[in-house]
Structure formats: structure tokens, C-alpha cells
């Protein structure tokens, strides 16, 4: 995104209005560039009322839970996921 955009909702969510939205799982890691927008969102999510859990592994990089079944950490997020799913739904 240019940078004139790098605020606008529609670019980024860390700068919605959440209101409204359901329960929401988000998984970041902790070496990775944008984990300061994650724990953004998070307080964003707690300011607008939203049930959000944040689950950030250290030394982990963007999409690590996609890595499974390599990464132990990667199969513990999916686990977290299954549970995190069954107790919303």
C-alpha cells in the first residue's frame, strides 16, 4: 500500500471500528515484523468489546502455524485452534 493509505480501514485492520464483530483467534510470532500490529488489534479488540485471544509463540515468524507438523509449536496452534473452535462454536 502507498503510504497515504497506510491508515485507512479497508488496508489495515488495526485501524477499524471492531464493534460488532464475533469471537476472533489470531496467532503471531514473536520475531516477526508485524507483532506490534497484532498486539495492536488485540487492544483494539478489548477497547470495542470483542472476545479476541492472542496467542504469540517467541522465536516464531509470520504464518508459523502453517508449518505443522514440522514445528511442535506449529501442532500445538492447531491444537489451540481445534479447542479455541469448539468452544466458540
Same mark, same amino acid.
Do not use: K, N
Given at each position: 500500500a502507498e503510504s497515504n493509505q497506510l491508515a485507512d480501514p479497508l488496508v489495515s485492520p488495526i485501524h477499524c471500528d471492531l464493534t460488532g464483530l464475533p469471537p476472533m483467534l489470531v496467532f503471531a510470532g514473536g520475531?516477526?515484523?508485524?507483532?506490534d500490529d497484532s498486539v495492536r488489534l488485540k487492544a483494539n479488540a478489548d477497547r470495542d468489546g470483542i472476545?479476541?485471544?492472542? !496467542?504469540?509463540? !517467541?522465536?516464531?515468524?509470520?504464518?508459523?502455524p502453517a508449518i505443522a507438523p514440522w514445528e511442535p509449536a506449529s501442532k500445538r496452534a492447531l491444537t489451540t485452534a481445534a479447542e479455541w473452535l469448539d468452544s466458540v462454536i
Open positions: 520475531a516477526e515484523m508485524i507483532l472476545d479476541m485471544t492472542l !496467542s504469540i509463540e !517467541s522465536e516464531m515468524m509470520h504464518v508459523w
